[in-house]
């Protein structure tokens, strides 16, 4: 009976019962690259800069520098106004027999700073904001923030801005009630408990010497300007993020969990990032999407739906063929993370079907919501080849779906790609937390993300 359980059925184990000496090392070293990655890349420009600096090293070249199609081997970058980034390695075949591409994103929810944010209020300096993305808005109040971005002055220059990531610089906060004086708004719901108005970091509070209005909010600006030289008229050209300043950190008493800000999805950015910087000569062109606006529907000219991605698979065919061909032959691995099941909530998961910590990236069938609603919905045929790609390549892997049918849902690039005619499927590391601004994920499935990645990369078909 046994055996025949054994060859029947189907039954998941928890990745370290596989694990032998040297992959436990290997595990740790790449946690170690991707933990520092994270920690650089707390925006999406910064997440493409930094993944810049590792292709270039790796011997990538500017895409603009291609004439006629990529040769097998040859190595390109296309870095699409500095947030989103876009990298291939040549294959021993022609374009025109497709390509494999693994598409993830490397934007995450956040709270942008509004184009004229600066105000005073009863001799406080405040910064208002606009959130960015799907967020729980009272996790945002009472944490240090940090911000990150540019100003882009009149004369075509742009000055970098980052404040709260040097240790000696200040941070930010948004403040919260407290609980003596919450009695009303603890009555309301999670979600109306913290209005979106009321995410105004506060930024300053000694005047600017002198009599008149204003002097806080006057101070606070004159600081600005001696940092980098900006008015307030250089913030209705600039695109400031604050972001959680909290370090990425090693979690749990045995350190097998990661803990972080911007996991989802920087987590399967930098797992096909890091497979694709270590490809060769694949037999189909390898293609890294490394994409920005997901998590606003990927629209923009840095989103996924943006024309940019045919400009770049353009350049790499070289007038040998059409999109339409190549497109219609190639295969995608939408790289986004999926959730994972958490004890504290079962109720919202149905466990049989659930990612869980430490069995491996996470195969999703379909995304949407409810009634598959949005979901590209990959066929049984891609599923079973994804199967074989990970046992041959010894990947952990699991199938799993984002909650129970009726409990909500959530959508990834797989939509925008597979309506190219690229046969897609999502896959990617499950994630506790997802969403907030300290996100959960466990080691052994970041790395085997990333090992599936590469089994994609370097597939013979």
């Known amino acids: 009976m046994d055996e025949m359980k054994k060859t029947l059925l189907y039954e998941p184990k928890n990745g370290y019962d596989r694990l ?57 970058y296309w870095s699409n106004r500095g947030k989103a980034l876009l990298l291939a390695v040549g294959g021993k075949k022609p374009m025109s027999a497709g390509f494999v591409v693994e598409a993830a994103h490397v934007d995450a929810p956040r709270l942008d700073l509004k184009q004229l944010p600066l105000f005073e209020d ?107 030289g900006i008015t307030e008229e250089d913030l209705i050209s600039a695109e400031l993020e604050a972001v959680p300043a909290f370090e990425v950190r090693e979690l749990g008493l045995d350190r097998s969990l990661i803990g972080g800000y911007g996991q989802d999805d920087r987590v399967c950015a930098y797992a096909e ?8 000569n694949p037999e189909r062109t390898a ?82 919501s409810r009634g598959k609603s949005g979901a590209s919905d990959a066929s049984a045929e891609l599923v079973g080849y994804l199967r074989r790609l990970c046992d041959e390549g010894g990947v952990a892997w699991q199938m799993c779906e984002l909650g129970k049918v009726d409990q909500g849902g959530g959508g990834t690039v797989a939509l925008d790609m597979a309506m190219r005619n690229i046969d897609t499927i999502d896959a990617g590391v499950p994630v506790l ?12 499935d970041c790395y085997m993300t990333y090992k599936c990645m590469k089994a994609a990369y370097n597939a013979r078909g």
């Open 20 to 76: 032998d000496a040297a992959e436990r090392m290997a595990l740790e070293d790449y946690c170690r690259g991707y933990m520092d990655y994270l920690s650089a890349a707390r925006t999406e420009r910064e997440a493409v800069a930094e993944a810049v600096k590792l292709a270039e090293k790796a011997g990538f070249t500017d895409v603009e520098s291609l004439t006629g199609p990529i040769r097998p081997g040859q190595k390109v």
């Open 287 to 368: 293609v890294c999407i490394l994409a920005d606006k997901e998590e606003i529907g990927s629209y923009g000219v840095t989103g996924m739906t943006s024309q940019a991605f045919e400009w770049f698979v353009e350049k790499l065919c070289g007038g040998t063929c059409t999109l339409q061909e190549s497109f219609a032959h190639s295969f995608c691995v939408s790289a986004d993370v999926t959730a994972a099941l958490d004890p504290m909530y079962p109720e919202v998961s149905e466990k049989q079907n659930a990612a869980r910590l430490n069995y491996g990236v996470g195969f999703c069938k379909f995304t949407g």
């Open 433 to 444: 937390s997802m969403h907030s601004p300290f996100e959960t994920t466990a080691k052994f």
């Open 273 to 280: 990032l890091a497979a694709i910087l270590e490809t060769e």
């Open 122 to 228: 009863t001799e406080l300096g405040y910064l208002r904001t606009h959130y960015y993305g799907g967020i729980k808005k009272y996790q945002w109040t009472a944490i240090p923030l940090e911000i990150h971005g540019v100003a882009a002055l009149k004369d075509g220059s742009t000055v970098e801005i980052v404040i709260g990531r040097d240790p000696a610089d200040p941070q930010f906060v948004i403040t919260d009630l407290l609980p003596h004086l919450a009695q009303d708004q603890m009555q309301k719901t999670l979600a109306k408990g913290v209005e979106g108005e009321k995410l105004c970091i506060l930024a300053g509070s000694v005047p600017y010497a002198g009599e008149g209005d204003g002097r806080v909010k006057l101070a606070v600006m004159s600081l600005l300007n001696d940092r980098y």
